[in-house]
């Protein structure tokens, strides 16, 4: 079955870097496009990145463009998301996405916490 698994999350300084990293199985990883939400307190959840299963197309919430960048490394099955620059408003918890033949499968995310 599809297992997203999501790390890298923690407190940071604005100013500062985090990269997040999630794991996949149970699919073949470099067939499908995987992308990054995240859900602040009392917030919906939002498409903060995406990036396509050769890893040739990106695409950024505007937020986030120029601070955050997507990659992935289909030999380790793996998606990341380096994030510098962080400010207060990146507090959220972190999840990776992957739809699968109509349906998202969820990692269970990962809390970023931006505070001095």
């Known amino acids: 079955q599809v297992q997203l698994v999501e790390s890298g999350g923690g407190l940071v300084q604005p100013g500062g870097s985090l990269r997040l990293s999630c794991t996949a199985s149970?699919?073949?990883?470099?067939?499908?496009?995987m992308s990054w939400f995240r859900q602040a307190p009392g917030k919906e959840r939002d498409l903060v990145a995406g990036?396509?299963?050769?890893?040739?197309?990106?695409n950024y919430a505007d937020s986030v463009k120029g601070r955050f960048t997507i990659s992935r490394d289909n030999a380790k099955n793996t998606v990341y998301l380096q994030m510098n620059s962080l400010e207060p408003e990146d507090t959220a918890v972190y999840f990776c996405?992957?739809?699968?033949?109509?349906?998202?499968?969820w990692g269970k995310g990962t809390l970023v916490t931006v505070s001095s």
């Open positions: 996405r992957v739809r699968k033949l109509g349906t998202d499968y």
């Open positions: 149970g699919f073949i990883f470099s067939a499908y496009t």
């Open positions: 990036i396509s299963g050769t890893g040739g197309i990106t």
